[in-house]
């Protein structure tokens, strides 16, 4: 298996290359392609993860279609009725790719916390809060928290999120807007944190991303994927110890094991932690929706 680690469509205009997906213009709408890179402390890693980016994209496809409610950016999914454009990388393209609507992205992360995980562990073992908001003294790793809570950061393209406090995003955009999409966010995570404990899942925190488009507000990028969210075995999860996961976290381990100083260049993957990677994100996938991506073989 081969990894699509970068994208270089003839005849398309590259907008942006981001950790993972890359940005075409085709107009008046985006290609948003979702590559097989992976990223861990703000490095992207090599080699990739073959059909990382297919389980992405497919999974953010399944949570968007569960939650049709919420406007997406979602125009087109199926790479036989992309523009003619992109016709020429239509089999690249394909189980990957989306044609999608040209909105202003808020430069914020929107992030839902319903366990202390993360950097959000990190946090309040510094300071006893995550993102200005106090949190009860003596809490343990992967304890649950009594309510959800709304932790937004900054957002990078290639540097480090910051987590920082809901004021400071008010102060940014708003008071209201930054309240529409505190509760937005929170009311997902919520219906999607229920619909995961029905497929033996904790969805243990997320990260939204949330754009302007016509002036509403719109659901863009991704959709509780292993790279934006992460999801503990319910079986094995015990309060105070760091629970199984299918998510990156197992590379995020990996890669601390080396004593790499994180910088660049980062260490290069044995084979054995990127099969690893790649199962765990197949898992995630089908134990949600109960089938592997199409076209895409354990």
Not at 67 to 82: G, Q, S, T
Not at 121 to 143: C, F, K
Request: proline share 5%; charged share 25%; glycine share 8%.
């Amino acid at each position: 298996m081969t990894a699509v680690t970068e994208t270089r469509l003839p005849g398309l205009r590259l907008v942006r290359r981001g950790k993972v997906r890359e940005l075409y213009d085709l107009g008046d709408t985006l290609l948003l392609v979702a590559t097989d890179r992976i990223s861990a402390f703000d490095c992207v890693l090599s080699p990739g993860i073959p059909d990382k980016g297919r389980v992405l994209t497919s999974l953010s496809n399944f949570w968007f279609e569960r939650f049709v409610d919420v406007e997406n950016h979602i125009l087109e999914k199926d790479a036989d009725r992309f523009p003619e454009a992109a016709a020429a990388s239509r089999h690249l393209l394909a189980g990957r790719a989306l044609v999608v609507k040209k909105a202003e992205v808020i430069p914020f992360e929107c992030v839902a916390r319903g366990y202390l995980a993360g950097s959000g562990w990190t946090d309040y073992l510094r300071s006893g809060e995550i993102s200005g908001v106090r949190l009860p003294a003596g809490l343990s790793q992967a304890a649950r928290f009594s309510e959800p809570i709304f932790t937004p950061a900054t957002k990078s393209s290639s540097g480090h999120d910051q987590n920082v406090s809901f004021d400071r995003m008010a102060s940014a955009i708003g008071r209201e807007e930054a309240g529409a999409l505190r509760e937005l966010t929170l009311d997902l995570y919520g219906r999607a944190r229920e619909y995961a404990a029905t497929r033996g899942l904790l969805l243990a925190d997320t990260k939204l991303e949330f754009g302007r488009f016509e002036g509403r507000l719109l659901w863009i990028d991704e959709a509780f994927t292993p790279d934006s969210s992460r999801y503990w075995d319910a079986r094995l999860w015990v309060e105070g110890q760091r629970p199984a996961s299918f998510d990156k976290q197992f590379l995020r381990d990996w890669l601390e094991s080396t004593h790499w100083n994180k910088r660049p260049p980062a260490p290069h993957l044995p084979e054995g932690i990127v099969k690893t990677t790649r199962s765990k994100y197949l898992e995630a996938h089908r134990l949600l929706t109960g089938h592997l991506p199409r076209g895409v073989s354990a």
